[in-house]
């Protein structure tokens, strides 16, 4: 089945202990990217990767770390995770940037 | 600035009934507008994607409209069902030589009540 996996899919940590949150995808898509959905902010784009070694900041990239080593994964990394970033995390991935995105399940962390 | 508004913000209709979600973007130079649709707490699936050429996609009851001179677009929702109950959310794809932009709307949350 073609999917966009993420995890975990729940997370409760502290501030300052570091985390990473993985995401994998079966489509041989190209482009991958990371946001995060806040109430009454909606989706905003942490960072992005159009191929494997490219990454790009995206509209809220600050405390966020991410690679892209192989074309299937791409992790969120967070050095030291802080209150401001607890939020719903969503991992994407299309063929290309123009094309829909496929998007995986979502990862609810808290940082407390 | 690039933007992308969404109206309204939120919308409550008996089942059965017909609704129209509005998209309003300022986007430069326009590539493609994408509705998603998202159910509470999972992620958002895509409805349809349209080109600057194209005026009217259907996907099932979901029929959205591309305005490309106005800026505008719509997604009209057919005979409601309690499962049309979610979040829809308007994307515009912005691309130049330096790359693709995704704009996202804050979306609308539609309930739809029996």
């Known amino acids: 089945e073609a999917q966009v996996t993420q995890n975990p899919r729940y997370l409760i940590t502290v501030t300052g202990k570091k985390l990473t949150v993985t995401c994998s995808q079966n489509?041989?898509?190209?482009?991958m990217s990371w946001y995060r959905q806040d109430p009454g902010l909606g989706l905003r784009q942490i960072y992005y990767s159009m191929n494997v070694e490219v990454t790009d900041k995206g509209d809220v990239p600050e405390g966020y770390k991410v690679s892209r080593k192989e074309k299937r994964n791409f992790p969120l990394i967070l050095e030291s995770p802080s209150p401001n970033q607890t939020s719903l995390y969503f991992c994407a991935s299309s063929p290309w940037a123009q094309n829909e995105q496929f998007f995986g399940p979502g990862t609810r962390l808290t940082v407390l | 600035k690039n933007q992308v508004e969404q109206s309204p913000q939120s919308l409550i209709i008996l089942e059965g009934k017909n609704c129209t979600l509005q998209c309003n973007y300022t986007v430069s130079p326009f590539s493609n507008l994408r509705w998603y649709k998202q159910d509470t707490g999972r992620g958002p699936v895509s409805l349809t994607i349209?080109?600057?050429?194209?005026n009217t996609k259907s996907n099932g009851r979901y029929t959205a409209t591309l305005d490309a001179d106005t800026k505008q677009s719509s997604l009209h929702i057919t005979a409601s069902q309690l499962s049309d109950s979610a979040s829809y959310i308007c994307?515009?794809?912005?691309?130049?030589?330096?790359?693709?932009?995704?704009?996202f709307g804050k979306g609308t949350t539609l309930s739809v009540s029996s």
């Open positions: 349209m080109t600057f050429s194209e």
């Open positions: 489509m041989n898509h190209e482009y």
């Open positions: 994307v515009v794809s912005a691309a130049n030589q330096a790359g693709t932009a995704l704009i």
